[in-house]
C-alpha cells in the first residue's frame, strides 16, 4: 500500500502565496510522475501541475508563471508553490502519485491520490 498525505492548504488574501506538500510513503519501490489537481465546487477535477521523474514540468495555462512544482526524491514529496494567488484558485487540492511498489510477487505498478486540502483564496 501507498499512502499520501498532504498538508498546506488554508485561507489567504488574493495576491498571497501557499505552499502545499505532498508526501508518500508505504512498500515504494520508485516514484514516476508526480502532480497536482484541483476541484472547485460544481466543476470537473483538472490537472494543475505535475513533474516527471527526470524533472519535467507541466502547468496548466491558468497557472503558469504563477505555481511552481517541485519534487525531493529522498523524501517521495511533491511540492507547489503558489504565487500570486487569486479568488478563482480556489479549490480542493489534490496530488497524484503514479509509480511501482514492492509485491511478494515483484514490483507492480499504482496510482494513488491524496486526500485533498481545501485552499481559499479571498478576494
Known amino acids: 500500500q501507498v499512502q499520501l498525505v498532504e498538508s498546506g492548504g488554508g485561507l489567504v488574501q488574493a495576491g498571497g502565496s501557499l505552499r502545499l506538500s505532498c508526501a508518500a510513503s508505504?512498500?515504494?519501490?520508485?516514484?514516476?510522475?508526480m502532480g497536482w489537481y484541483r476541484q472547485a465546487p460544481g466543476k470537473q477535477r483538472e490537472l494543475v501541475a505535475a513533474i516527471t521523474s527526470r524533472g519535467g514540468t507541466n502547468y496548466a495555462d491558468s497557472v503558469k508563471g504563477r505555481f511552481t512544482i517541485s519534487r525531493d526524491n529522498a523524501k517521495n514529496t511533491v511540492y507547489l508553490q503558489m504565487n500570486s494567488l487569486k479568488p478563482e484558485d480556489t479549490a480542493v487540492y489534490y496530488c497524484?502519485?503514479?509509480?511501482?511498489?514492492?509485491?511478494?510477487?515483484?514490483?507492480?505498478?499504482?496510482?494513488?491520490w491524496g486526500q485533498g486540502t481545501q485552499v481559499t483564496v479571498s478576494s
Open positions: 497524484n502519485v503514479y509509480g511501482s511498489r514492492y509485491t511478494p510477487s515483484g514490483p507492480s505498478t499504482f496510482g494513488s
Open positions: 508505504g512498500s515504494i519501490f520508485s516514484i514516476n510522475a
